[in-house]
């Protein structure tokens, strides 16, 4: 069976990063008594709590970085910023997080 590395191994890690910030900042958010506004997460943590969040995030890491090699397979540029709008829409949830903690933990 052939093997080949990852097509965007910077972009990836970036994406992982944010991934798991998102996780760990959530959580802050929710033992801080804030609220999910993703109805679809909201859901799955009503339900399965920090398991059904970190399933959820799982699950759309692997499909994104699935989506990225395949697109990439076929067109370089295009999974290149496919894989840039992944990290960069990531970003998105981690800082409305970090900023809504900031006041808890900043005095």
Known sequence: ?????VLYPGSYAGFIALALLDVLLT???LSAGGVELNAIAAWLISRHNVPGMVAL???TVM???IACEIVGSRAHHKGRKLAVWAVLINA????AAAFQLAPLYVS
């Open 27 to 29: 959580w802050l958010v």
């Open 1 to 5: 069976m052939a093997t080949r590395p």
């Open 92 to 95: 998105v949830p981690v800082l």
């Open 57 to 59: 995030k799982f699950g």
């Open 63 to 65: 499909i994104v970085l």
